[in-house]
């Protein structure tokens, strides 16, 4: 999946206005193009994110929910065990966009299986 342009412009401005906690949001199919749709982050702290339950439902009624962005402020956009795991769960897409430096990374479901750890 590539994003659009527009799409990655408008994570890109919300990341920055909301660093340094993380920015989350959502991508839908609407009339057959790619629109984002900005979700509140409801997680304690600054580095993880919880998606809002409205957001996702009101994102859900306008469209096709086809991906999930979130941003790593102050870090690489390399996906953490937790977003590899959030992601299988989610059984979607996810983009990772690293604030300033406005590196993307991609990864979706494949299976993976968090190490045991003890």
């Given amino acids: 999946m590539i994003l659009s342009d527009a799409v990655k412009a408008r994570f890109v401005d ?13 991508v839908i199919i609407k009339n057959g193009k790619q629109v984002y749709k900005p979700c509140k ?3 304690r702290g600054t ?4 998606l809002d339950p409205e ?5 859900d009624t306008e469209g096709e929910i086809v991906a999930v962005i979130h941003s ?7 996906p953490s065990q937790a977003d590899l795991v959030s992601c299988e ?5 996810w983009f990772i966009c690293g604030i300033p430096s406005e590196q993307w990374e991609y990864i979706e479901p ?5 190490p045991l750890v003890g």
């Fill in 14 to 26: 919300q990341a920055k206005a909301e660093s340094p906690r993380e920015a989350c949001g959502l």
């Fill in 41 to 43: 982050n409801l997680a």
């Fill in 47 to 50: 580095d993880q994110f919880v």
């Fill in 55 to 59: 957001d996702y439902a009101n994102a």
């Fill in 72 to 78: 790593h402020p102050n870090l690489s956009a390399k």
């Fill in 89 to 93: 769960a989610s059984g979607l897409p």
């Fill in 110 to 114: 494949k299976g993976y299986v968090a």
